[in-house]
């Protein structure tokens, strides 16, 4: 795949970060799954063993670990993990069904998402969304699309993320301990337009800024395979409860509505 330093655009300034953000190696991948267990088992104490040893879906196709790591001292900061809908379905699809709000159209998840506490904490989760963002645009991916929990998804709202079904409705996820989450979505193609629009404040960030530190060169080329709109609804790698019932596409599993004001 191509890195993001052959991508980088002419008038914008280089920035370094304190920290890199690549695909992660076999090697990290236990630091990653010690930090997610950390992570998430403050919030879902269940999940904390299950996610303390590296799940399938982190080597599958179709699938990237992308992390942050100190260039201090090697120490994994954050990380996330992309699902696309190449072979499989995507997570999400375990619980709602998103296939009417897409017509044949390229989608990644964001999956996994989990920063260290410091400092440099709200850094680190920038950058990974822009490297979220970058890999994206360099696998032609026509939505990108997360669910988020009460707090996170303030920040995907911040993104200019939107509600894919009902707004303010949350839906339980089988794959993150069947908490409620909202599910969400940032068209690709227009998200340049719609962080300037907006004047948001990340866009220098994430637009106007070229960070060498940022490099997906070992992200696998997803471009050559042909997506499908449907796929088998097989048991999703990584999560074995997600699709055990053939007709679980039918019928969405939701909750009764949270409203965004409450």
């Avoid at 008038?11 to 695909?23: D, G, H, K, Q, Y």
């Avoid at 076999?26 to 996610?51: C, D, F, K, T, W």
């Avoid at 090697?74 to 709602?96: I, K, Q, Y």
Wanted: charged content about 20%; glycine content about 6%; hydrophobic content about 45%.
């Amino acid at each position: 795949m191509t890195s993001s330093r052959v991508l980088r655009p002419r008038n914008v300034r280089e920035a370094r970060l304190p920290f890199t953000v690549s695909i992660a190696s076999a090697e990290q991948m236990p630091a990653v799954s010690q930090l997610r267990a950390s992570a998430y088992g403050r919030h879902l104490p269940a999940m904390a063993e299950v996610l303390a040893q590296p799940e399938s879906a982190d080597s599958t196709f179709g699938c990237e670990v992308i992390v942050a790591t100190s260039k201090l001292d090697g120490s994994v900061l954050g990380t996330l993990r992309t699902h696309s809908n190449v072979v499989d379905p995507l997570p999400l699809e375990a619980a709602v069904d998103i296939q009417q709000a897409f017509n044949g159209e390229r989608l990644v998840e964001a999956t996994r998402l989990c920063v260290g506490h410091g400092t440099s904490a709200s850094l680190v989760r920038n950058a990974l969304f822009k490297a979220l963002f970058l890999y994206a645009e360099e696998q032609n991916i026509d939505w990108l699309v997360a669910g988020g929990r009460r707090p996170v998804d303030t920040i995907y709202d911040r993104l200019l993320f939107t509600d894919i079904l009902e707004p303010g409705v949350y839906y339980p996820l089988p794959y993150a301990a069947n908490i409620p989450h909202r599910i969400m979505r940032l068209p690709v193609a227009q998200a340049q337009d719609l962080w300037s629009a907006q004047g948001h404040p990340l866009y220098s960030f994430m637009i106007e800024t070229f960070h060498p530190d940022i490099d997906l060169s070992g992200a696998r080329d997803l471009s050559a395979i042909d997506w499908r709109q449907v796929c088998p609804p097989s048991a999703l790698p990584g999560f074995p409860a997600a699709a055990a019932n053939p007709g679980w596409r039918a019928t969405p599993a939701r909750i009764e509505p949270l409203l965004l004001s409450q």
